[in-house]
């Protein structure tokens, strides 16, 4: 799993609350990703940030908040818009946003439930 | 993000026996990656294809790009119950959009 943490590894939620996922690195990386995966899914991305205090909507957006305050985290907000929240949040880092032949290195991933 | 596919599925071998994994995409790439998902757990990357390489190798892995045919393969030799995990496409396309493949469950039987 590298160096990017997570946390919790698991999140229940009740209906109409917001949550926060953590999501942080020690890599030294300048981007980093949010993805959603369902069963038998691929992964779908959320958000990503090339940058501190920039970030750009990923597929599926709607639903979901994050902020870029420093390079080592970029946690994801879950909100009371997000029709399904249920799935598993994978985060993801790499050295820059731009270069095409980047690897991504992944979190463990958090399993959210929505009670 | 543009969506890739895995063939087959589901797969199950018995171990020492090879597994090969495919993987379809639609638009135009830069690089093709595989990578590997225990249950419950992240991703790690296995290996990289930039699109004007045919082959890779890495250990028991060995990767294949047709991309007249938009198509990957992933093959393991001599599988290990280890083995024993999804296997995903993914990387970016031209647009530099993202896109991830809907995965491939490997079992490996001792």
């Known amino acids: 799993d590298g160096g990017i943490t997570q946390s919790p590894k698991y999140l229940f939620r009740k209906e109409g609350q917001n949550v926060t996922l953590s999501c942080e690195q020690n890599l030294n990386h300048d981007a980093m990703y949010w993805y959603r995966q369902d069963p038998g899914q691929g992964l779908r991305l959320i958000y990503y940030s090339q940058i501190v205090n920039d970030f750009q909507k990923g597929d599926i957006a709607e639903g979901y908040s994050v902020s870029r305050e420093k390079k080592e985290s970029f946690p994801l907000t879950v909100t009371s818009a997000q029709k399904n929240p249920t799935a598993f949040y994978l985060c993801?880092?790499?050295?820059?946003?731009?270069?095409?032949?980047?690897?991504?290195?992944f979190g463990p991933g958090t399993r959210l439930t929505v009670l | 993000s543009q969506q890739g596919e895995e063939d087959p599925q589901a797969l199950s071998i018995q171990e020492g026996e090879n597994a090969t994994m495919n993987c379809s995409y639609k638009?135009?790439?830069?690089?093709l990656q595989w990578y590997r998902q225990n249950s419950g757990r992240g991703l790690v990357h296995l290996i990289l294809i930039r699109s004007n390489e045919r082959e890779k190798h890495s250990g028991r892995l060995r990767v294949t790009l047709d991309t007249s045919k938009k198509s990957s393969s992933l093959l393991i030799t001599a599988s290990r119950a280890a083995d024993t995990a999804s296997y995903f496409c993914?990387?970016?396309?031209?647009?530099?959009?993202?896109?991830f493949g809907t995965g491939t469950s490997l079992t490996v039987i001792p």
């Open positions: 993801a880092s790499s050295i820059t946003g731009l270069a095409i032949y980047n690897e991504q290195f």
């Open positions: 638009t135009s790439i830069n690089n």
């Open positions: 993914g990387g970016r396309n031209t647009g530099n959009q993202f896109y």
